[in-house]
């Protein structure tokens, strides 16, 4: 064996036990060589201090701090290998050694010459080495013990596969956020999301596939966020957001943002997948003082936001509910405005830009309503549509158009097309083609007098299934144009093969026009992709004369928009059609 550093130390431990034993010195010898032999295998760090100094290392103790042995030995001393947070403690302890009182058991920061620390455990007792008071100890390294506790914490409180807090966590932070709310008299709001037609995703592309969905939506809820708010996932598809200081019309913001983030589709495993969530909302104290009562309520009304068509949010409190969007309320006003007739159509010139002639008007809904007066299709027709009312509404839109447009031929006016919208469940609905095909005959209107205007969602919805309604549409004789166009994601391919005569820029683009050449960039390419698929192409919402020149320089056909007009009465919609202001404009 090697004469190591720190030598000295072992001899002097042998050297009163060898002047006892005068005449056995070969088995001192065998006895002294087992005892450094057993140090230098040890898996444990083991030392011997005097004077706060290092006297003896072994191997295992060097290499957990990489410091050599030279360098410990009589230079360095435990406080060295120590965080300097902790010296006041271990100077306390190594004073008691010294002073001969046992010690025990205790965790400390161990500091490697690297710069970095690890979790050590140490003992060490009293002992007299040379006549003088030393200590003696051992130091482990506890690292792999430390982690696996904190993956055992891990595990208690957080979700395997998303990493959010479960409802372990969840329920410790709501006792320090109720406490919090109690004394400050504020509120939390608890929502419970869930995705719809989960399952699906599951069934069609397989579990792992929904588990990396799951993920991504865990990342992105959290992304929305603050800090003080707990997001929690309670397993399955269901996730729970728990935020204090929340009113309802704050929550009403979330609530929006929270659907928001499902607009986009997630990309899971080269899938584009849609998506839509429905959450219910719970508000402490209204809705209850407890965790378990506040995630039943907005359980409850999550299930409400379900009944309701999903992608959708509700309180849990009826009049919550009606003080943001009532839409039960909304519900039956919408069925009795129907019946009472409260319904009117608006109309909006369509100009032919190369002559400045209307060749064309869109009926545009309104609701006068007898308290609330105007109010416009943005506010109404999603909940009619979610409703399914948008089926009766849009028939009474249909007929009323081609009858107003067969009035005005017959009361001589020059010739115009009827533009009229068409809601996706609409289009889709069994029996549209019929329906359309009773208006003209009943109104007496040319088929050719009517287009169509279909969202590009609503044709590339199931394109297949959609070909035979439009074929049929197309075969009558009505017109089919794209509204909103540029907005959905049409494949040129597809297009192609539908019969649609018109492309409708969305105003969106036609905004700021002048001053986005990215705008001006998608005009233009909508523009010409129209020219070479043959379509007309319209571009909505032109408001200046800056865009309207513009949009001629890249050759679109026709323009609609508050620069011509707003949208009108009939009877006002009459005289212009008589007076024709816009030639030579
Ligand atoms: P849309 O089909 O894209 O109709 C054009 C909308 O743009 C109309 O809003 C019109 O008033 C507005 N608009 C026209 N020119 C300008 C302009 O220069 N600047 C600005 N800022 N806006 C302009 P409106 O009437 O509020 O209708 C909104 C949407 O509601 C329509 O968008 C359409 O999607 C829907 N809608 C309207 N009537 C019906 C209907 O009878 N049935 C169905 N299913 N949907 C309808
Ligand atoms: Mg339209
Ligand atoms: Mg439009």
């Known amino acids: 064996m090697t004469?190591?550093?720190?030598?000295?130390?072992?001899?002097?431990?042998?050297?009163?036990?060898?002047?006892?034993?005068?005449?056995?010195?070969?088995?001192?010898?065998?006895?002294?060589?087992?005892?450094?032999?057993?140090?230098?295998?040890?898996?444990?760090?083991?030392?011997?201090?005097?004077?706060?100094?290092?006297?003896?290392?072994?191997?295992?103790l060097v290499g957990m701090f990489g410091y050599s042995a030279e360098e410990l030995l009589d230079q360095m001393g435990?406080?060295?290998?120590?965080?300097?947070?902790?010296?006041?403690?271990?100077?306390?302890?190594?004073?008691?050694?010294?002073?001969?009182?046992?010690?025990?058991?205790?965790?400390?920061?161990?500091?490697?010459?690297?710069?970095?620390?690890?979790?050590?455990?140490?003992?060490g007792s009293p002992s007299v080495i040379g006549g003088l008071p030393a200590s003696v100890g051992t130091v482990l390294d506890i690292s792999a013990q430390k982690a696996a506790e904190q993956r055992i914490r891990e595990l208690a409180d957080y979700d395997v596969l998303t990493g959010l807090p479960n409802r372990r966590l969840l329920r410790e932070r709501f006792e320090q956020l109720?406490?919090?709310?109690?004394?400050?008299?504020?509120?939390?709001?608890?929502?419970?999301?869930?995705?719809?037609?989960?399952?699906?995703?599951?069934?069609s592309l397989g579990h792992s596939v929904g588990d990396e969905l799951l993920c991504e939506v865990a990342r992105r809820l959290d992304s929305v966020v603050r800090r003080i708010d707990t997001l929690a996932r309670l397993g399955g598809d269901e996730f729970i957001f728990a935020m204090p200081g929340f009113h309802t019309a704050a929550a009403v913001e979330v609530a929006r943002r929270l659907v928001e983030v499902f607009s986009r589709p997630f990309e899971v495993a080269g899938h584009e997948l849609t998506v839509t969530p429905s959450l219910g909302i719970s508000i402490y104290p209204h809705d209850g003082r407890d965790l378990e009562?506040?995630?039943?309520?907005?359980?409850?009304?999550?299930?409400?936001?379900?009944?309701?068509g999903r992608n959708a949010f509700q309180f849990y409190s009826s009049e919550m509910n009606t003080t943001t969007l009532d839409r039960l309320l909304m519900e039956s006003n919408l069925?009795?405005?129907?019946?009472?007739?409260?319904?009117?159509?608006?109309?909006?010139?369509?100009?032919?830009?190369?002559?400045?002639?209307?060749?064309?008007?869109?009926?545009?809904?309104?609701?006068?309503?007898?308290?609330?007066?105007?109010?416009?299709?943005?506010?109404?027709?999603?909940?009619?549509?979610?409703?399914?009312?948008?089926?009766?509404?849009?028939?009474?839109?249909?007929?009323?158009?081609?009858?107003?447009?067969?009035?005005?031929?017959?009361?001589?006016?020059?010739?115009i097309c009827m533009a009229v919208n068409v809601a996706p469940v609409q289009f889709r609905q069994a029996g549209f083609v019929e329906m359309v095909a009773g208006a003209l005959a009943t109104s007496g209107l040319d088929a050719s007098r009517l287009e169509l205007e279909l969202t590009e969602r609503t044709v590339m919805h199931d394109a297949d299934i959609n070909m035979g309604t439009l074929s049929a549409l197309h075969r009558m004789g009505v017109e089919l144009s794209l509204d909103d166009f540029g907005t959905g994601y049409s494949s040129?391919?597809?297009?192609?093969?539908?019969?649609?005569?018109?492309?409708?820029?969305?105003?969106?683009?036609?905004?700021?026009l002048e001053t986005d050449p990215d705008d001006w960039a998608i005009a233009s390419t909508i523009v010409s992709m129209g020219r070479s698929l043959r379509?007309?192409?319209?571009?909505?919402?032109?408001?200046?004369?800056?865009?309207?020149?513009?949009?001629?320089?890249?050759?679109?056909?026709?323009?609609?928009?508050?620069?011509?007009?707003?949208?009108?009465?009939?009877?006002?919609?009459?005289?212009?059609?008589?007076?024709?202001?816009?030639?030579?404009r």
């Open 3 to 60: 004469r190591g550093v720190g030598e000295e130390i072992i001899e002097q431990l042998f050297s009163d036990s060898k002047a006892g034993a005068a005449g056995s010195a070969t088995a001192m010898t065998e006895q002294e060589t087992m005892f450094r032999s057993t140090m230098e295998a040890a898996q444990v760090g083991i030392f011997v201090l005097q004077n706060q100094r290092f006297k003896y290392v072994n191997p295992f």
């Open 78 to 123: 435990p406080l060295d290998l120590i965080l300097p947070e902790q010296h006041a403690f271990v100077i306390e302890q190594m004073q008691l050694r010294a002073a001969g009182v046992l010690g025990h058991n205790y965790e400390l920061t161990g500091l490697r010459k690297d710069g970095s620390t690890l979790p050590v455990m140490v003992l």
């Open 178 to 203: 109720l406490a919090a709310a109690e004394r400050e008299k504020s509120e939390i709001a608890v929502i419970f999301l869930d995705l719809d037609h989960f399952k699906r995703v599951n069934d």
């Open 293 to 308: 009562t506040l995630l039943r309520n907005a359980d409850t009304a999550m299930y409400r936001a379900k009944e309701m």
């Open 335 to 415: 069925r009795r405005a129907l019946v009472q007739n409260e319904f009117i159509l608006h109309y909006q010139p369509l100009v032919n830009l190369e002559t400045g002639l209307i060749i064309g008007v869109e009926a545009l809904i309104r609701w006068l309503h007898p308290e609330l007066g105007l109010i416009m299709p943005d506010r109404f027709i999603h909940v009619a549509e979610e409703t399914g009312l948008i089926n009766p509404i849009g028939d009474w839109v249909l007929c009323e158009a081609c009858r107003q447009a067969k009035a005005w031929c017959d009361a001589g006016l020059p010739p």
């Open 492 to 512: 040129l391919a597809y297009l192609k093969r539908f019969p649609v005569g018109k492309l409708k820029i969305d105003r969106s683009f036609v905004n700021d």
């Open 535 to 584: 379509m007309t192409v319209l571009a909505e919402g032109v408001e200046k004369v800056e865009q309207l020149a513009l949009l001629r320089k890249m050759g679109c056909d026709m323009a609609q928009g508050y620069y011509f007009s707003r949208p009108m009465s009939a009877d006002g919609m009459a005289d212009m059609l008589r007076l024709q202001p816009f030639i030579n």
